[in-house]
C-alpha cells in the first residue's frame, strides 16, 4: 500500500491499485471457444497460475484447514491436465480465486457459462 504525507493524505491515486482486481470467464463448452479459463487484468494464463499454485499451501477459506496442493489431487500429471480437469468439473473459479488471494488480488466472475 503506498504512503501518503502531508496534504495528499486523503487523495489517493489509482495508479497504484490497477492490478489489484482481476475478472475471469469459464468457458467449458467446446462449442464455446472452451475449455478454457480467459482471465483480465493480470499478464498470467490459467495453467501458469495452477503451476503457482503446485506445492503450495491453500486456504479455500471454507472451514476446512489449509492444503498442500499438488496436481495428483486432481489426478493430473502436470498444470495442462490439471487445469482441463478442474474446467471440466466445475472447480476452476475456486483455484483463481486463490491465486488471487495469495497474490493480493480480488478476483471477479464474469459472464460465466456453465
Do not use: C, H
Not at 32 to 43: A, K, M
Amino acid at each position: 500500500m503506498p504512503k501518503f504525507y502531508g496534504q495528499n493524505k486523503k487523495r489517493i491515486d489509482p495508479r497504484y491499485f490497477l492490478n489489484e482486481n482481476i475478472t475471469y470467464r469459464i468457458r467449458k463448452d467446446e462449442d464455446d471457444g472452451g475449455p478454457t479459463v480467459e482471465i483480465d487484468g493480470v499478464g498470467t494464463t490459467f495453467v501458469q497460475m495452477i503451476e503457482d499454485l503446485n506445492d503450495t499451501v491453500i486456504d479455500f477459506e471454507d472451514g476446512d484447514p489449509p492444503e498442500v496442493f499438488q496436481y495428483s489431487d486432481v489426478s493430473a500429471d502436470g498444470p495442462e491436465e490439471a487445469a482441463e480437469f478442474m474446467i471440466q468439473n466445475g472447480i476452476a473459479k475456486y483455484y483463481v480465486e486463490v491465486w488471487a488471494r495469495t497474490n493480493n488480488m480480488q478476483a471477479i466472475q464474469k459472464g460465466a457459462r456453465d
